[in-house]
């Protein structure tokens, strides 16, 4: 993954990196609701790409994530740039490491897509729904709630996403997705 580094672009303005903050929030969301993972892997991870400074302890992990404006607690610390590269690094390494299951969800939603059935009577897709939307509801501002249909659409492009993400280039392709998200 770090083979191919991320792209440079100016240093985004308030709006933008709130904006970035939100999404990378979000992708990890997606990641933890399919696989599981936890705080521990994500520092694992981060010690292995050498952020040991910028991801140091859980404390600082839940800081980074609790900086997404869509989150109850919102903006107790700022992201920097930094910290948002070393997020989608760390962010693409993990979904590289689930790229199986991920691979699994998406062929799942493609059949159901196919069949025309719902993806809640897909067990991966029935299980990752039922999470996300849990995690969502638990851990979102009450103005950022939003309906079960939309946070389900929301769900199933994150998944999507994820696949793009678990790519070699997927670190690319996540701060592109960052900065045109943001710019809008």
């Known amino acids: 993954m770090t ?4 792209p440079s672009f100016e240093n985004p303005d308030l709006p933008q ?4 903050k939100a999404h990378l929030d979000l992708v990890l969301l997606a990641l933890e609701s399919l696989t599981g993972l936890g705080s521990d892997e994500m520092l694992a991870v981060a010690e292995k790409l050498g952020f040991e400074e910028i991801l140091s302890d859980r404390i600082t992990l839940w800081r ?12 107790r610390k700022k992201l920097d740039v930094d ?10 390494t ?7 299951a991920i691979r699994n969800a998406v062929a799942q939603l493609e059949k159901c897509t196919a069949l ?4 809640h009577r897909e067990p991966i897709l ?14 979102m501002a009450e103005e950022e709630q939003a309906k079960p249909e939309e946070i389900q659409r ?3 492009k994150l998944l999507i996403d994820l696949l793009f993400y678990s790519s070699q280039i997927g670190s690319r392709r996540l701060w592109v997705a960052l900065f045109e998200r943001s710019s809008h």
């Open 94 to 100: 993990l979904a590289a490491q689930q790229q199986f």
């Open 126 to 139: 029935g299980d990752y729904l039922d999470r996300f939307n849990s995690l969502y509801q638990e851990r």
């Open 64 to 75: 980074l994530r609790q900086a997404s404006p869509l989150r109850k607690g919102k903006g």
């Open 3 to 6: 083979s191919n580094p991320v």
């Open 116 to 119: 025309k059935r719902t993806p």
């Open 83 to 92: 910290e948002a590269r070393a997020m989608t690094l760390i962010s693409c």
């Open 154 to 156: 929301l769900a199933l």
């Open 17 to 20: 990196l709130q904006a970035i």
